[in-house]
């Protein structure tokens, strides 16, 4: 099969989708890679490095024309639109649901489009978004600390604290994928840790994993209130599954915090779990409310892209290599959480969320598959 690999031309996307090890792997396979020039310089990877290992550099045009299976990171721009082919194979993130233009697109272009955010295990986790949520987890404290600064607006706190000044305290709400790892790196650090969930099962695994070096909440308003008061540091991480992040945090809560403590909600993306927050953006990442320093950024991996490709792409290679092997029907046929993907199939809308956001009834993924 022949694989593209165009560049990212979101604003500010600088990952990419294949590295030169899947690019070895396809190779190695009898695959044809394509990849756009320049494509990983974002993630810090040569043109050089593809082509040792059996890629292809190509212009843009040729990348698009050639290929069978295009795979990219983001939602293809309205520049790239008219580049689909019927029956080509787009793998990429696509969150479709607020974009109708796109979906429209898609379903015009007669390609098959799959999406990585929702390939889905049938326990229901979703193993092409859970690397990007172990990046963002990890990265609010890193960004929490540098914020507490006092040189970046914060409280001028050191959160490991030194022999004879006790360390920050980190209070995170939520204790999924994003939770456990800001959990992992504040304990890293020697931070003064709680987390806090709804989900007992949760707690319980948190307990056990830190071995009682984090403390462990049920989340309710009023345990919320007495540790957010506390708080240097609060990572805000819930996530209910395809609903709006609940609000936990009030504004009253967060006037209560100290002068110069440090807001980073992870979950703003799908509007926040603090009344006071607001996206951002990584040029303009914060803000202050009540003398509270507010981190809002929706794409936190972008902060760090060459993790995140690596992370990215670890996940998705083996998705990629079964498609290339088998071709998207036969792939999906074979399995069940890859043809979860499926968005749209050659003019049909196959995702029911997709197609009910058009207002319109989805086909029916085995008809298409027949
Ligand atoms: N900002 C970014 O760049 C970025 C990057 C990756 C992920 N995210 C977002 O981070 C959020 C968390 O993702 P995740 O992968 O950790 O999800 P997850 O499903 O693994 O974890 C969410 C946790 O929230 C808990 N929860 C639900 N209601 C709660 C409540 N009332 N109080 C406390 N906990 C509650 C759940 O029990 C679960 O343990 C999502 O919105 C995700 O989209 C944002």
């Not at 990215?312 to 043809?339: D, F, Q």
Request: glycine share 10%; net charge neutral; proline share 6%.
């Amino acid at each position: 099969m022949i694989i593209g690999v165009p560049k990212e031309i979101k604003p500010g996307e600088q990952r990419v989708a294949l590295t030169p090890a899947g690019a070895r792997a396809l190779a190695e396979a009898g695959h044809r890679v394509l990849v756009e020039h320049g494509a990983g310089a974002g993630s810090g990877l040569a043109d050089e490095e593809f082509a040792r290992v059996g890629g292809t550099l190509a212009p843009v045009d040729e990348v698009w024309a050639k290929a069978e299976l295009v795979l990219k990171v983001k939602e293809p721009m309205p520049e790239e639109y008219g580049r689909l082919r019927a029956g080509q194979v787009l793998f990429t993130y696509l969150h479709l649901a607020p974009v109708p233009d796109l979906t429209r697109a898609l379903r015009n272009s007669d390609a098959i489009a799959i999406a990585y955010e929702t390939v889905q295990r049938p326990d229901g986790s979703l193993p092409l978004l859970t690397p990007m949520s172990e990046v963002a987890g990890r990265l609010a404290v890193q960004e929490g600390a540098f914020y507490l600064s006092r040189a970046h607006g914060g409280r001028g706190i050191l959160l490991s604290g030194v022999p004879g000044v006790p360390p920050g305290n980190v209070v995170i709400v939520g204790a999924g994928t994003v939770g456990l790892n800001a959990a992992r790196v504040a304990v890293g650090l020697g931070a003064e840790v709680a987390i806090l969930d709804v989900n007992l099962d949760r707690l319980r695994a948190v307990d056990d994993l830190f071995r009682g070096r984090v403390a462990t909440l049920v989340s309710n308003a009023y345990n919320l209130e007495r540790v957010v008061r506390r708080a240097d540091l609060l990572v805000g991480a819930v996530l209910i599954t395809g609903a709006r992040a609940p609000v936990l945090v009030t504004r009253a809560m967060v006037e209560g915090m100290k002068e110069g403590a440090v807001i980073v909600d992870v979950a703003v993306d799908q509007g926040g779990s603090v009344e006071t927050i607001r996206p951002t953006t990584l040029l303009d990442p914060v803000y202050r409310v009540a003398g509270v320093v507010h981190y809002g950024v929706a794409n936190m991996p972008a902060l760090v892209p060459r993790t995140s490709t690596f992370a990215l792409t670890n996940a998705t290679l083996p998705y990629v290599l079964e498609l290339a092997a088998r071709g998207a029907a036969a792939a999906a046929r074979a399995n069940p959480t890859l043809a979860r993907g499926i968005n749209v199939w050659r003019g049909r809308i196959v995702h029911p969320a997709v197609a009910e956001n058009l207002g319109e009834p989805a086909a029916p993924l085995d008809d298409c598959l027949r």
